[in-house]
C-alpha cells in the first residue's frame, strides 16, 4: 500500500495528538513563543528576515503543508509611498484539516488557511507572529474539533520552532 506523504502525515500527527491530554485552553506553543490576551503568538527568531523565510518555508514544506503564498507586505507599502519594515506574510495549510474547521463554522474561514507574519521591528530583531489556535476556536465558537486545533497548535508550534531563539 501506498501513502501520500500529506496523508501519511496526517494521520501520524492525528494519533500524536490524541495521544495527549491538552486542554484546548492552553494550545501548544514553542517554549520560545509569547501569547498575548488577544490570541497573538510571538516568536523570536534567531535569523535574519529572508533567512527566517527561509527556513519556515522549507519547513512547511519538509512537513508536506501546501503553501499558498507570500505577501510581501513592505513592497506593497513601498508602491503606495509608505516605508514599512521589513515584513511578509506566508499562507499555508493542510486543506484535510483546515476545512474541517470550515463545516463547523463557516464563518472560520476568516482565519484560514493559516497566515504566519514574518517581520522585523525597529530593533532590527525578526519575529514570527501568528494567531493561537485555541482563540481562534472561541472566536468561531467552535467546539467540536479540539483534536484538530491542537494538532494544528502542534505544527506551528513546531514550524515556529525550527526559527525560534533560544533568548
Same mark, same amino acid.
Request: hydrophobic share 45%; no cysteine.
Given at each position: 500500500? /501506498?501513502?501520500?506523504? #500529506?496523508?501519511? +502525515?496526517s494521520a501520524? +500527527?492525528?494519533?500524536?495528538?490524541?495521544?495527549?491530554?491538552?486542554p484546548?485552553a492552553? /494550545? #501548544?506553543?514553542?517554549?520560545?513563543?509569547?501569547?498575548s490576551?488577544?490570541g497573538?503568538?510571538?516568536?523570536?527568531s534567531a535569523?535574519?528576515?529572508?533567512?527566517t523565510? /527561509?527556513r519556515i518555508e522549507?519547513?512547511?514544506?519538509?512537513k508536506g503543508?501546501?503553501?499558498?503564498?507570500?505577501?510581501?507586505?513592505?513592497q506593497?507599502?513601498?508602491?503606495?509611498?509608505?516605508?514599512?519594515?521589513? #515584513?511578509?506574510? +506566508?499562507?499555508?495549510g493542510n486543506?484535510?484539516?483546515?476545512?474541517?474547521?470550515l463545516?463547523?463554522n463557516?464563518? #472560520?474561514?476568516?482565519?484560514?488557511?493559516?497566515?504566519? +507574519?514574518?517581520?522585523?521591528?525597529?530593533?532590527?530583531?525578526?519575529w514570527?507572529v501568528?494567531?493561537d489556535?485555541?482563540?481562534?476556536?472561541?472566536?468561531?465558537?467552535?467546539?467540536d474539533?479540539?483534536?484538530?486545533f491542537?494538532?494544528?497548535?502542534?505544527?506551528?508550534a513546531?514550524?515556529?520552532s525550527s526559527?525560534?531563539?533560544k533568548q
Amino acid at each position: 500500500m /501506498t501513502f501520500k506523504p #500529506s496523508t501519511l +502525515l496526517s494521520a501520524l +500527527l492525528i494519533a500524536t495528538v490524541t495521544a495527549f491530554a491538552i486542554p484546548l485552553a492552553n /494550545t #501548544s506553543t514553542s517554549a520560545y513563543a509569547t501569547t498575548s490576551e488577544d490570541g497573538v503568538v510571538k516568536v523570536k527568531s534567531a535569523y535574519g528576515f529572508d533567512e527566517t523565510i /527561509t527556513r519556515i518555508e522549507a519547513d512547511i514544506a519538509k512537513k508536506g503543508i501546501k503553501f499558498f503564498l507570500a505577501v510581501d507586505q513592505t513592497q506593497l507599502g513601498a508602491s503606495a509611498g509608505i516605508k514599512l519594515n521589513p #515584513s511578509t506574510l +506566508l499562507i499555508f495549510g493542510n486543506p484535510p484539516l483546515g476545512i474541517q474547521f470550515l463545516t463547523s463554522n463557516p464563518d #472560520s474561514g476568516l482565519d484560514w488557511p493559516v497566515r504566519l +507574519l514574518v517581520r522585523q521591528d525597529a530593533d532590527g530583531r525578526v519575529w514570527a507572529v501568528y494567531t493561537d489556535f485555541g482563540w481562534i476556536a472561541k472566536r468561531h465558537g467552535i467546539t467540536d474539533r479540539e483534536a484538530q486545533f491542537r494538532m494544528a497548535s502542534d505544527v506551528i508550534a513546531s514550524i515556529t520552532s525550527s526559527v525560534a531563539s533560544k533568548q
